[in-house]
């Protein structure tokens, strides 16, 4: 990162799927304090102690970008910065967004309350219009995030050190903080969905308060305007503009054509608020074990990405890097991938959108169940399918993975109620896309059947996936079978959604972490190549699946089973790669 991106990291609009032209980015340098006693409240931090540290926001202090680097646990942090309101930005409403912050979240301006959030993935919104003042304003930010596994968190250790498949913890702002004005009555969420069946558009809209005018969406495919629509939303919070699309270029990886979208608010003859969005017209849908683009068979070449990136943990250093590492993987001849244990930022996946790169969206699962994980988690992962439903690469949710969080989901009454739970939950937020209740095994509901299996050689591989098609009961590790027993898979899609993970321990390069493994390690480049061929050809083998899954993109900390180093730097020439999975 050079100096000037230091100073202003990660420039770039942080809303892609729903942009206004005025806003002010607040990343940069912000002044910091690790508060392990937990006394910061108590002595009124929030309006006005100076604090002693410095940070360089969106990096969180564990990472190398943020200037701090500290990978030892900080249960509480503050943040604190001046803020200078531009003047046409006052006299109207004014919204404060942090993209995410990790994890329960209290935010103050000039020593007054703003907002609440609780969630280290979904994003934070408040009004600030009542707290600002012209001149120099202070914004003040206290975050709390406790090790403890009844809190949603993925794959983030509650330790003292990475071991097996958890990593460093992530903790406090890992995205974009910023400020943008927006009149009385302003569009708070917005998103389409397409049927193929006569090449329908809907776009709905969300208001902030009740609104009588109407709401208008203008399409236009580069430059050319081609349909538009308006709907009155009658003193509601929500309208549904219906469009038909002539001869609509559908969006595909072969051809990712996206839509613009202008919505409008229209009070009289007044437009009261616009802004600019977009739409991929596609169709995600099944039929029999057929997962279908579009009308047509698709097969999900995906790979498993972790989401950390170099220096940044969390945080990808640029954009551009974001961009990258989709690049990457499509060199490697993957149509998409399983975004693992995070919801990524929204940049990530406005480019996926933009190259035509399939994505299955997961939330960072706890591994506790309780009363707190059922209410945290529920709440977050509705906000993340209101936040991301617009993405024309999301082809499936995953709200739960491995059972993680419901490990007695076999005889637990409760827990399996509430896979149950968040899979209806999901149809009714998106009833476009096909929802994997609980990917891996035990299966119970859902409208994919998703498995994982680390044998490490492709004709036992083989074996074994004949072995779970002819009896969905059998066990894929120890205690756990494919699907629980009463349940019907025999219907729907099944992809092996995990495989591989195997090292390639390069003698030329030394391990670099103590610890390092693999689910099988090999240390010649060829049979590194070798058994990523077999063990791909022995899933493509059986007709009944629709998809893979490579586990990983890149090596990450102690887990060094990636396709690249950490570094992204390939382990086998990428068109060798490509030969392999394409």
Known sequence: MT???????????????????????????????????????????????????????????????SGIGE??????????????VPPEFLGQRLLLHIGACDY?????????????????????????????????????????????????????????????????????????????????????????????????????????????????????????????GRAYLQERREGAIELTIANPRLWSPADPALY??????????????????????????????????????????????????????????????????????????????????????????????????????????????????????????????RRDRLHPAIMAWVPLNESWGVDAVDRNPAQ???????????????PTRLVVANDGWQFLTGDLWGLHSYVSDGPALARHLRAVLANPTTELIPGRQAALPGTLVSDIPVMLTELGGVTFRDPARPVQIAGAWGYDVVTDAAEFAGRLRALVEAVRAQPEFSGLVWTQLTDVQQEANGLLYFDRTPKLPLAMLREIFE
């Open 104 to 228: 329960s979240t209290r935010i103050w301006v000039n020593g007054r309350a703003a907002g609440t959030h609780c969630g280290g993935y979904s994003p934070i919104s408040c009004e600030v219009q009542e707290l600002v003042r012209p001149g120099s304003n202070e914004l003040v930010v206290r975050v709390e995030d406790r090790p403890v596994w009844s809190q949603p968190r993925g794959k983030q250790i509650v330790g003292d050190a990475p071991v097996f498949i958890d990593y460093d913890r992530v903790t406090g702002i890992w995205q974009t903080v910023w400020i943008e004005p927006v009149p009385d009555v302003y569009i708070e969420d917005c998103w389409s969905r397409f049927s193929l069946a006569g090449s329908r558009l809907v776009v709905q809209v969300y208001t902030n308060r009740e609104f009588a005018g109407e709401a208008e969406a203008v399409v236009s495919f580069a430059g050319t305007e081609m349909a538009s």
């Open 416 to 430: 399996q109620h509430w896979v149950r739970t968040l899979y209806h939950l999901t149809k009714s937020l998106d």
């Open 260 to 385: 613009d979208i202008k919505i409008s608010l229209h009070d009289g003859g007044a437009v009261v608020d616009a802004v600019q969005t977009y739409a991929g017209l596609r169709e995600f849908s099944s039929q029999g074990r057929t997962v279908l683009l579009n009308g047509e068979p698709f097969y999900f070449r995906g790979v498993l990405d972790q989401g950390y990136f170099p220096g940044g943990w969390y945080t990808a250093a640029s954009d551009g890097d974001l961009k990258r590492d989709i690049e990457l993987m499509q060199a490697m001849g993957f149509n998409g991938a399983r975004k693992h244990q995070k919801a990524e930022d929204p940049r990530w996946l406005y480019w996926a959108d933009r190259l035509g790169f399939v994505v299955w969206a997961e939330i960072g699962n706890g591994r506790d169940f309780c009363s707190q994980h059922v209410q945290d988690l529920t709440r977050e992962w509705t906000e993340l399918v």
């Open 71 to 84: 990978p030892t646990a900080h249960p509480v942090v503050w943040y604190r910065r001046r803020l200078e």
């Open 3 to 65: 100096a000037s991106a230091s100073l202003h990291p990660r420039p770039e609009y942080p809303r892609p799927h729903r942009v206004r032209p005025r806003w002010q980015n607040l990343n940069g340098v912000w002044e910091f304090a690790f508060d392990d006693d937990d006394r910061g409240l108590a002595q009124g931090w929030e309006t006005g102690q100076t604090l002693s540290r410095r940070i360089t926001v969106p990096f969180t202090f564990e990472a190398p970008l």
